[in-house]
């Protein structure tokens, strides 16, 4: 038998075959461009906030022009084989003191761009600031204290909170550290990026940021003079800018263009699973989704395998609400999967017998910023109706969607929103607990005191080998049960670039160390 999600993935499959549609012409530029001994230019698909103050956004754009412009106590390279890796940076050692106390050596002779030495004072300053839960960007578990004890050492420190201290040991990767004198000035903070890395901070023009080489950099100057990220929301402009010679590297490619990419020897695709998965969040505050039984019939409702289908080369497998590239990632046994008969069943143990009585859903989806967000989104919603929910799609311009996209008192708008969230480190608190813990409930709205008690356990765990434990046989199967969101995929970052740019590497989460970059 065919059915409406045969014929809508027959009609994705016909639709834009080369994914060529509009262009912006006025991107274009000269071959002036090609010239020896000129930034390189990269082209992204998110605009920036024009607040520089780092704590202020959760804008991924921004986060990978802060990782050219910033400094980190660590990185961490997040590789499938080995995602717990740390590799120091304005750290030389982390070491835990006791439960409540993390000991810091910090690198000597860093600087600042603006020639202030780097000391203790600043991770005590960035630290303390960004970790209050009132910054637009609050990932992190609770507050924290540092204490100085010398100029390159300092203690995190979590007793008068409560929670311990080795939960920023992967965070360590994650807060770009900031100059103590910036933080004391909001106004200088949020005007100009002053970091320590291998990029300074420039200017920003219209949609471009201009950066240029740190001489001074701490690990040798760069042998690029300049970074320019560009700000190119149409994915076909991104690729006609590559082919042409005006862009050295673009990101969040669909399979149409990688696949014309890839028939020209003078680019290179990198593919990797990324930090990101994608998730349909639940309005989880407000009917019908206040009620987990309806959020997991929506669940059982979606088919992931063709959604995955649609995505092509930009989505892979996942089977839990983090990345398998996150700590403590497990396919999760009980995770939700297409099951109409499962969807039945809960819909008539809810009240609503085949969809009936049940309000109509508005989903929100963006477009031009993820691959195939329209394109998934409507079978999905072809899907969700098979199964008796009404649902009135609508998907949004980046900006549009944006101010839509979080919770507010009495419920975010709609009923179901699309997102990825994609954070610069190991630590899977960073997704889960911003989302689905009731003192943050990001997205969904949602207040579960099991999920919170699953959440505070694994955070409050005595060791990182018990916390691994309750993350894979406690958090992440309650989250699955509860389902206040249903990860679709783990994103796929695609990149591609001129091969004449050599000595790049790309994180998992669009992230880029271009200090040893070479133009050639």
């Given amino acids: 038998m065919i059915n409406r999600r045969d014929l809508m993935l027959g009609a ?47 804008n991924l754009g921004q986060l990978i022009v802060e990782g050219f412009v910033f400094g980190y106590l660590t990185r961490a390279p997040m590789k499938p084989d080995n995602p717990e890796e740390l590799v120091f940076e304005l750290a030389e050692s982390l070491k835990p003191i006791d439960t409540y106390t993390l000991e810091v050596k910090l690198r000597k002779g860093v600087k600042f761009h603006d020639g202030t030495p780097f000391t203790s004072a600043d991770v005590k300053a960035t630290y303390e600031y960004g970790s209050q839960p009132d910054r637009p960007a609050q990932w992190y578990p609770g507050p924290v204290k540092v204490d100085i004890v010398d100029e390159h050492t300092c203690h995190i420190n ?126 989880c505050s407000k009917k019908p989704f206040d009620d987990p039984r309806i959020r997991l019939a929506a669940c059982h409702s979606i088919d992931r395998k063709q959604v995955l289908e649609v995505l092509g080369v930009s989505g892979t497998f996942s089977k839990a609400h983090i990345s398998p590239v996150k700590f403590g990632y497990t396919e999760v046994a009980d995770y939700p999967e297409y099951d109409p008969d499962k969807a039945q069943a809960l819909l008539a143990e809810a009240g609503f017998p085949k969809g009936e009585g049940l309000p109509e859903l508005t989903y929100y989806s963006s477009v031009g910023f993820y691959p195939k967000t329209k394109e998934y989104a409507e079978l999905i919603t072809g899907m969700l109706e098979e199964q008796g929910f009404k649902v009135n799609l609508q998907t949004l311009e980046v900006a549009a969607w944006g101010n839509l996209l979080y919770d ?42 099991e999920i919170d008690a699953a959440l505070d356990k694994e955070r409050n765990a005595a060791s990182i080998e018990e916390r691994k434990k309750i993350l894979q046989t406690e958090t992440l199967p309650i989250i ?41």
């Fill in 408 to 449: 507010k008192p009495g419920g975010g708008e709609g009923h179901m929103i699309d997102c990825g969230w994609c954070t610069g480190s190991p630590e899977p608190d960073l997704v889960i607990r911003t989302h689905f813990h009731s003192s943050s409930k990001r997205i969904t709205g949602i207040v579960d005191k």
């Fill in 158 to 283: 979590t007793k008068d909170y409560g929670y311990p201290a080795a939960l920023y040991y992967y965070l360590s990767s994650f807060l770009p550290i900031m100059a103590a004198k910036d933080v004391a000035n909001k106004a200088q903070l949020s005007a100009r990026m002053n970091g320590t890395g291998p990029f300074k901070y420039v200017d920003q023009k219209g949609d471009t940021t201009i950066l240029a080489a740190n001489t001074d950099f701490i690990f040798g100057a760069p042998k690029i003079p300049g970074v320019e990220y560009h700000f190119v929301g149409d994915t076909t402009t991104r690729t006609l800018s590559l082919l042409n010679g005006q862009a050295d590297i673009i990101e969040r490619l669909e399979q149409e263009q990688v696949d014309t990419i890839a028939k020209d020897d003078r680019f290179a695709i990198h593919k990797a699973v990324s930090v990101e998965n994608k998730y349909l969040f639940f309005r």
């Fill in 480 to 520: 699955a049960r509860k389902a206040p969101a249903l990860a679709l995929f783990t994103s796929v970052f695609i990149h591609a670039y001129s091969k004449k740019l050599d000595g790049l590497y790309i994180y998992p989460n669009g992230m880029q160390d271009m200090s040893k970059a070479n133009l050639a």
């Fill in 12 to 58: 994705l499959a016909g639709a834009g075959a080369f994914g060529f549609g509009r262009v912006n012409p006025d991107f274009l530029v000269n071959s002036a461009f090609a010239a020896e001994g000129r930034p390189l230019r990269f082209l992204g698909a998110e605009a920036l906030t024009g607040n520089w103050d780092p704590t202020t956004h959760t």
